[in-house]
């Protein structure tokens, strides 16, 4: 079974502080991991993902297996990153085919 | 490409009722998702589908039911509606080809009263 979990159901940080969006999952084989991200009224779109290791708005994501993590960092928090983030994992499920699970999100509320 | 579209936007039913939530894609994905969104419960997996023909159960199936038979389209039935799917509703769809990127839909908004 897969599942992903994000500790946090809210975190609140002050415009310029480090933000730190926690991930943990559990998989038996070679996960794929994304951040979603949800701003207000809108849909969800990829922020990220693990393979490509890129930055997306100044937002990065280093998948640890060893600690089965994939914590979102940014190093300083700016009002526009207010928004709703979900973690999620993409693995093989028993037949054959590709499953898709989220986690529960994190809201991120960045104060001014 | 229009990519994922949802139609209604927004509904009110009354208990008892029973209705379609639509959705389509044109990109070619082959596989398609149902989520709902309720307030600080995340997203949670309806149904899915791998294909055209092809749908599986996700985590809260009960009281639902789709069909998949064009690669385009993916209706989300409600068979005698409850207060308790009030909620958000979300669809996606990915592919290999993506590397299983999902695209959402702008979502369905569905009070039951």
């Known amino acids: 079974a897969q599942r992903v979990t994000q500790p946090e159901k809210l975190l609140s940080v002050f415009k310029g502080a480090p933000v730190e969006l926690k991930c943990n999952y559990s998989y038996s084989g070679s996960p794929e991991l994304f951040w979603y991200v949800q701003y207000s009224r809108q849909r969800l779109q990829l922020l990220l993902r693990?393979?490509s290791r890129e930055s997306i708005k100044g937002f990065t994501a280093d998948l640890n297996k060893g600690e089965t993590s994939f914590h979102l960092k940014k190093p300083f928090a700016q009002e526009e990153d207010s928004a709703m983030y979900y973690c999620?994992?993409?693995?093989?499920?028993?037949?054959?085919?590709?499953?898709?699970?989220f986690g529960i999100g994190t809201k991120l509320q960045v104060i001014p | 490409n229009a990519g994922v579209t949802q139609t209604p936007k927004f509904r009110i039913l009354k208990i008892g009722q029973s209705m379609t939530l639509q959705c389509a894609q044109d990109m070619n994905h082959n596989y398609m998702y149902w989520y709902r969104q309720d307030p600080g419960m995340g997203l949670k997996l309806i149904y899915y589908?791998?294909?055209?023909?092809?749908?599986d159960k996700g985590e809260v199936p009960n009281g639902y039911n789709v069909s998949r038979s064009t690669t385009e389209d993916f209706p989300l039935r409600l068979e005698l509606a409850a207060p308790s799917q009030t909620s958000v509703y979300f669809c996606?769809?990915?592919?290999?080809?993506?590397?299983?990127?999902?695209?959402f839909g702008p979502g369905t908004r569905l009070t039951v009263t």
């Open positions: 589908s791998v294909g055209a023909g092809i749908t």
């Open positions: 999620a994992l993409s693995g093989r499920n028993s037949g054959g085919y590709q499953k898709v699970t």
């Open positions: 996606a769809s990915s592919s290999s080809q993506t590397g299983y990127e999902q695209y």
């Open positions: 693990h393979i």
